[in-house]
């Protein structure tokens, strides 16, 4: 017997060993936390989140990966550190605590915004899980990802949106500006005039079905240009005397979301 049980606890002991040896190995940044006083989740939410700031928090294991995002010196050991150091209590965070408390800890791709030892602070997302007990949060652990660049770029072309708006809205022409799904991200308050709407009200809607609803089969060879996409091309809605002379300026996406073309209507016409 005790030789057979020396044998189960060899065997389980390798397959540990083998388990930590393939988490430190893995270039994803892997962590887990627990708690000095397991976390009460009977307790209102409120509670449960001041609990996984305050009740002690450490680290179980974090791997090298996790170390060189955080970009921890090259002598020091991570999991030795205070958690508050790189995932302090903020608004966000506590966010990201809400957000594991609705989701039962079960969460892929959760949002916080954590500091790095150079003291940056980085936007995370966090695939997490948790080791519950009798409605103890014992642990939890997860892999993080850097996700900075792409709020970055997010607010770059929220700026560049900003900008392209202010300088449209000096403009005389009836100018929208689309997406790669043909979304309207931008109208001049000549566009908005002309198309009987309130400043910023086409904003979200498809370019093709406001001026189909404007305008209907008059403006048929237009909707089709706004949805294929023709590059350079032109035409004119006969809306009467003198009518509408139209013109789309296409240019590559990068991503959906950014402006891929501008539709210029000009009562009149261009010449005139």
Partial sequence: MNDAFAATAHSSMSERDILAGILAASTDACWCMEFDEPIDLTMPDSEVIRQVFENGPRWRFCN????????L??????????VSEIFPRNAQNEQFVQ?????GFE??????LDRRYDGVEI???NDVRAHIDGGRLIRMFGIVRNV???????????AQLSAAHQLISLLPDAILGFDARGVILISSA???HLLGRPADALIGEVAGDVINAAWGTSAKSLVHALQDGIAGSSGRIATGDPGIDWHIERRVPVADRDLAGVLVLRPGGFDG
């Fill in 64 to 71: 090298d990966a996790m170390a060189q995002l955080y970009m």
């Fill in 73 to 82: 010196g090259p002598h020091e050991d991570l999991n030795a550190r205070p």
């Fill in 99 to 103: 957000n594991l408390l609705s989701n």
């Fill in 107 to 112: 969460v892929n791709g959760a949002p916080a």
């Fill in 123 to 125: 936007h995370v997302e």
């Fill in 148 to 158: 900075s660049k792409h709020y970055r770029r997010e607010a770059d072309l929220s």
């Fill in 190 to 192: 000549a566009g908005d």
